[in-house]
T-cell receptor, first 111, second 115 residues
Framework: GENVEQHPSTLSVQEGDSAVIKCTYS??????FPWYKQELGKRPQLIID?????GEKKDQRIAVTLNKTAKHFSLHITETQPEDSAVYFC??????????FGTGTQLKVEL | DSGVTQTPKHLITATGQRVTLRCSPR?????VYWYQQSLDQGLQFLIQ???????AKGNILERFSAQQFPDLHSELNLSSLELGDSALYFC??????????????FGEGSRLTVL
């Protein structure tokens, strides 16, 4: 089955800096790669997603890149703000139709 | 508000007991997913239903079972509960268009504590 690895597990940045979270996946048939943000005590919410026919997607301060050959995708957050502090999960939908999540990255944006 | 409703929000029970968690998906969503999130852990996929039929299965224990009813609500049954089953159980729903997965909308979760 699909295996999604996510790094780093924790990330601390200064406000205004950029943050990058990386994920790798194992199933070459995977075709959908969403990123979810989960604030403390809250439900996960989609922040951006990318499909396998696209290499990069951007939405304001958030961007995702996908390298299908290397089977990895990354989340880039620019000009980080305190409200970006949360746990971020990557996910991949493999050939078995399951959406498999990574283990999460705790992002802390310090003032 | 995601439009996905989960009940109960909190549940405390003893080892060996059985509980049922309920989920109502967003209006119009045919697909329902169940995930388990243990303390400081990621989201472990349990099972997915689409329009009443099981569509995908993750590492769901044999002690756990689920179903989706004709009105599209879903129930997750957890039996012979163990301490390690204590977790936050999320239900999510989505619109599936052919083979394309849409955004998953998560409920607020049901926090299960097994004592």
């Amino acid at each position: 089955g699909e295996n999604v690895e996510q790094h780093p597990s924790t990330l601390s940045v200064q406000e205004g800096d950029s943050a990058v979270i990386k994920c790798t996946y194992s199933d070459s048939a995977s075709n959908y790669f969403p990123w979810y943000k989960q604030e403390l005590g809250k439900r996960p919410q989609l922040i951006i997603d990318i499909r396998s026919n696209v290499g990069e997607k951007k939405d304001q301060r958030i961007a995702v890149t996908l390298n299908k050959t290397a089977k990895h995708f990354s989340l880039h957050i620019t000009e980080t703000q305190p409200e970006d502090s949360a746990v971020y999960f990557c996910a991949a939908k493999g050939g078995g139709n399951k959406l498999t999540f990574g283990t999460g990255t705790q992002l802390k944006v310090e003032l | 508000d995601s439009g996905v409703t989960q009940t109960p929000k909190h549940l405390i029970t003893a080892t060996g007991q059985r509980v049922t968690l309920r989920c109502s998906p967003r209006s119009g969503d045919l697909s329902v997913y169940w995930y388990q999130q243990s303390l400081d852990q990621g989201l472990q996929f349990l099972i997915q239903y689409y329009n009443g039929e099981e569509r995908a299965k993750g590492n769901i224990l044999e002690r756990f079972s689920a179903q989706q009813f004709p009105d599209l609500h879903s129930e997750l049954n957890l039996s012979s509960l163990e301490l390690g089953d204590s977790a936050l159980y999320f239900c999510a729903s989505s619109v599936e268009v052919g083979a394309n997965t849409g955004e998953l909308f998560f409920g607020e979760g049901s926090r299960l504590t097994v004592l």
